[in-house]
């Protein structure tokens, strides 16, 4: 079966390190994708992995690892507008994305 | 001008009628998608084509249909709504081989 597994609720504080976890199991692999939906909105893009490894965008970094069906998103000097959920998704086949039910992140002063 | 538009944003209809969500989109993309959200159950998918001559059931299909009009242009049917298709609807689209999704706003749907 397909399973994708992110923790239901964070909280961090304003200027503060958060760390996303992300686990998966599917019967595919085509890469990673991490997605940031503020409540109401459209999820919007923020981050591609398909090797193993670190990817670095601004304050935003996301790691992979392959062998482990494991990722993490880790947002750095957080922000107010930062409160949003955070979504792991897994392309399974070709362009066919699954998600994880998100990651609810809440700033606070 | 937004890439992906879907239109209404906002329904209230009954039990037993028949509803059309739209999505249009100027990405030139071929590759489009339905998506449904709840809350605690993330998003799932509902229908999705590749490109114009193709569509493919996703995982909670029973109860829609979908219709792509052409390369722009993917519509979503409810042929007889049920209250527990009250949700959030999107529409996505992507480029082959890149991965990544491009979502329009989002469709809130309350069926009573």
């Known amino acids: 079966g397909q399973n994708i597994d992110q923790p239901t609720e964070m909280t961090a504080t304003e200027g503060a390190i958060v760390q996303i976890n992300c686990t998966y199991q599917t019967s595919g692999f085509n890469g990673l994708f991490w997605y940031q939906q503020h409540a109401g909105e459209a999820p919007t893009f923020l981050s591609y992995?398909?090797?193993?490894g670190l990817e670095e965008k601004g304050r935003f970094s996301s790691f992979l690892s392959r062998s482990k069906g494991y990722s993490y998103l880790l947002l750095k000097e957080l922000q107010m507008k930062d409160s949003a959920s955070y979504l792991c998704a897994v392309s399974w086949d070709t362009d066919k994305l699954i998600f994880g039910t998100g990651t609810r992140l809440q700033v606070f002063p | 001008d937004a890439d992906v538009t879907q239109t209404p944003r906002n329904r209230i209809t009954k039990t037993g009628k028949r509803i059309m969500l739209e999505c249009s989109q100027t990405k030139g993309h071929d590759r489009m998608y339905w998506y449904r959200q709840d809350p605690g159950l993330g998003l799932r998918l509902i229908y999705y084509?590749?490109?114009?001559?193709?569509?493919n059931k996703g995982e909670i299909s029973d109860g829609y249909s979908v219709s792509r009009q052409a390369q722009a242009k993917f519509s979503l049917s409810l042929e007889s709504a049920i209250p527990n298709q009250t949700a959030l609807y999107f529409c996505?689209?992507?480029?082959?081989?890149?991965?990544?999704?491009?979502f329009g706003p989002g469709t809130r749907l309350l069926v009573l």
């Open positions: 992995n398909v090797l193993d």
């Open positions: 996505a689209t992507s480029d082959p081989g890149v991965g990544s999704q491009y």
């Open positions: 084509s590749f490109d114009v001559k193709d569509i």
